[in-house]
């Protein structure tokens, strides 16, 4: 055995040791469930073996199944992909009904031998399925450990027994939260849950495993499930208690996707169905779904960029080969919400970190900032007054920048004024290390045009947080022309450091992800302009997955940032300048005081406490709304189109170089369709020729926005795809 290391104790009992080599964390592989399966038959046929304990020489027990294991039973399938999966997904329901049952014989449920699960750390998706088929699962008290079916996160849901057990095990209204949402709990509220049983202390966790296994009787080993006349709590379907569970469930799922997730509907279905069946044949159902969410490209996409493309990234698939550029000593500029922020994520991943405004109550006031999420945790249990005063103490502020002095990396996030940023890299370069990296939080300054002010442009680099810093998860780094590798190599070590994932892009106006952002909201505004009603505007795209629609998504952003883009943007492009039309509503919106929810006055209107109240009723005094109403899908091709020929266009530029870092960077920047797996999946999924297709229908009718790039046309004609041709562009 290489993953999983079989021994017989002194008291009989087989200790089942998971242990992937060269890994931090165990996953499940091909190589894995069969040691599993090995080591089980080996304790069930050996009269001397009194019992199982399955637990893990790591710190944790599992993050969860290698996902290549799915692409791979459709691989082998061959011409019959979905039975080769329905195949391979009851063959592990098969190994885990066999732990399960343990030997008993069937009829008089005796017979069996004991198997605990003895679970040191986090337990993730098949790291919880298969405690789940055990009879006893143990827990150390461990608080950094989570434990939950995290599957549907990436167009999933669980499909090896955990959706049929734990809707079983807890009823369909308690097993919801961790089954639909993908909720992961500590120890002690897996336990209060009815998750697993038993918390115990970390250095006691095998011993009361042990203890539990050599007491363990014949009735202790029978699941609820197989005993005659089990009930499942809450009720099934049918029952008058159960039914309305489920006309809530469906309501739920359908206002949290908008029908666009598909992996979500099956689950319900999986459970739904799965309730009003004997327990195997529920788990016949569970597959059945299972490979039916499988056999559809939006989980592919979806397991693609947010699970293999995001890892990779993360991992630095694209780093410099230069040696380790660690920080050890950051200093931001600017104590504003950006500059707070940023502060608040290097000191909570141990970098010590200078904090400097052009006054030190301003620089206190931004790591105020640090303090109120960490009083926050602390009230919801998730810290302590050590762990505050630990994580402050890493923060000094100043208004000195000869205290930037021993500084290997400096972020400036003052404001968005080329004149105050060469001020400040110019007082900065003076203090800092000559080997420092500097780099620029700009959102729309172009990186090449800043490190003018720098007098070592190949150190100078952006790295573009996004709003708010503490919980978004993508950072976007900026090539500027003379950036070195070193800069990069540094700004990827840092994004790692932080625990958010990278991309790199070459410098350009509005970057990647602005670039992209930027259409959707002023289709959307454009729409407003031509008389089209803007709950359409804002519902197609929730239809579309996107977690807001454009018009709330200005209000969220304010209108006069939205006004001075635009205006730089003219500025800019003279004549070329596209979006006069979208101006007429912006600047109008601004006029009238309305910037969003910042003033409780935008696209919709704000009660007093800033909660959306409706759309204001003043937008159809200005653009009065069309008596014919566009179809839906025109909509929905618009506010699409918008930005996925914008991504197009950044690749083909060579401002994007990575179809992956598209596609990852456009779900975690600004939310798009992550059911899709992004906007270069997207085009995967319904193919290039359907796509020139829509465009030349909106270019026929909306103008040259819209027009489909050359690359597109070539790709449509020679029936290419972007996965299938090319990772990086050429």
């Not at 992996?263 to 739904?272: E, M, Q």
Request: hydrophobic share 45%; net charge negative; charged share 25%.
């Amino acid at each position: 055995m290489t993953e999983l290391h079989y021994k017989v104790d002194a008291d009989g009992v087989a200790i089942i040791t998971w242990d992937v080599p060269e890994k931090s964390m165990n996953v499940m592989s091909f190589e894995g469930l069969q040691e599993l399966e090995d080591g089980i038959d080996k304790a069930l046929a050996d009269d001397a073996v009194k019992g199982v304990v399955i637990t893990s020489a790591k710190p944790d027990f599992a993050g969860g199944m290698d996902l290549n294991i799915l692409a791979k039973m459709r691989e082998d399938a061959g011409d019959n992909p979905a039975k080769g999966l329905f195949d391979g997904v009851m063959s592990m329901h098969a190994l885990l009904r066999k732990i399960e049952l343990a030997g008993m014989d069937r009829k008089t449920q005796k017979g069996g031998k004991p198997i605990a699960a003895a679970l040191p750390g986090t337990a993730m998706g098949i790291g919880l399925e298969i405690p789940l088929a055990c009879h006893r699962i143990f827990a150390a008290d461990n608080p950094k450990a989570r434990i939950g079916l995290p599957e549907i996160k990436v167009g999933i849901f669980p499909g090896a027994g955990g959706t049929t057990r734990l809707s079983w095990k807890l009823g369909a209204m308690a097993a919801a939260p961790l089954l639909l949402e993908g909720k992961a709990l500590a120890p002690a509220k897996a336990k209060a849950a009815g998750v697993i049983d038993e918390v115990v202390p970390a250095d006691e966790l095998l011993a009361k495993a042990k203890e539990w296994v050599l007491g363990a009787s014949d009735a202790d080993l029978v699941k609820g499930w197989d005993k005659k006349g089990y009930k499942v709590p809450g009720g099934t379907p049918y029952h008058p208690a159960g039914f309305p569970t489920f006309v809530g469930a469906s309501a739920m799922v359908h206002a949290n996707t908008w029908g666009a997730y598909p992996a979500a509907k099956a689950l319900l279905s999986a459970v739904y169905e799965g309730l009003q069946v004997p327990f195997d044949t529920a788990l016949k159902v569970e597959a059945r779904w299972f490979t039916h969410v499988l056999m559809n490209p939006s989980s592919s996409a979806m397991i693609r960029s947010l699970f293999v493309n995001k890892g990779a990234l993360e991992k630095g698939a694209n780093r410099p080969d230069v040696p380790d550029e660690r920080v050890k000593k950051v200093g931001v500029l600017g104590a504003g919400m950006m500059g707070a922020g940023i502060a608040y994520v290097s000191a909570a991943a141990g970098i010590e970190v200078v904090l400097l405004d052009s006054s030190v109550e301003s620089a206190e006031k931004g790591k105020a900032y640090s303090t109120g999420i960490l009083d926050k945790a602390i009230k919801r249990g998730r810290s302590t007054e050590e762990k505050k005063a630990a994580l402050l103490g890493q923060i000094t502020t100043t208004a000195d920048y000869a205290d930037l002095e021993g500084c290997d990396l400096i972020i400036e996030a003052v404001f968005e004024d080329p004149k105050v940023k060469a001020d400040v890299t110019a007082k900065a370069e003076a203090v800092i290390p000559e080997t420092a990296i500097f780099a620029s939080n700009t959102s729309t300054l172009p990186i090449t045009s800043l490190a003018e002010a720098s007098s070592r442009p190949e150190q100078f680099i952006g790295i573009h947080f996004f709003s708010p810093v503490d919980k978004m998860l993508l950072v976007e780094i900026i090539k500027g022309a003379q950036t070195g590798e070193r800069a990069v190599a540094k700004s990827l070590d840092y994004v790692r450091q932080i625990r958010k994932t990278p991309i790199v892009v070459n410098d350009a106006r509005f970057f990647y992800a602005n670039r992209c952002i930027i259409p959707y909201i002023n289709e959307g505004m454009r729409m407003v302009a031509e008389g089209v009603a803007p709950p359409l505007v804002d519902n197609a795209a929730r239809l579309l997955g996107f977690p807001v629609g454009p018009l709330q998504l200005v209000d969220e952003t304010s209108l006069d940032l939205g006004a001075k883009i635009a205006k730089a943007t003219k500025a800019a492009m003279g004549n070329d300048y596209p979006d006069d039309a979208v101006d007429e509503v912006v600047f109008w919106m601004v006029d009238e005081g309305r910037l969003g929810r910042k003033s409780n006055a935008g696209f919709f209107d704000y009660d007093e406490k800033g909660k959306r109240q409706g759309y204001w009723s003043g937008l159809g005094d200005k653009f009065p709304r069309a008596e014919d109403q566009p179809e839906l899908d025109q909509v929905k091709h618009r506010l699409m189109m918008a930005q996925v020929l914008e991504a197009v266009r950044a690749l083909d530029e060579g401002v994007l170089e990575d179809i992956r870092e598209g596609d990852v960077g456009a779900i975690l920047g600004w939310g798009f369709a992550p059911w899709s797996g992004g906007p270069f999946s997207w085009l995967d999924i319904i193919g290039l020729k359907r796509a020139v297709e829509i465009c030349d229908g909106l270019e026929a009718e909306f103008g040259p926005r819209f027009k489909a790039t050359q690359s597109m046309r070539e790709m449509a004609a020679s029936g290419a795809t972007f996965y299938g041709q090319k990772v990086k562009a050429a």
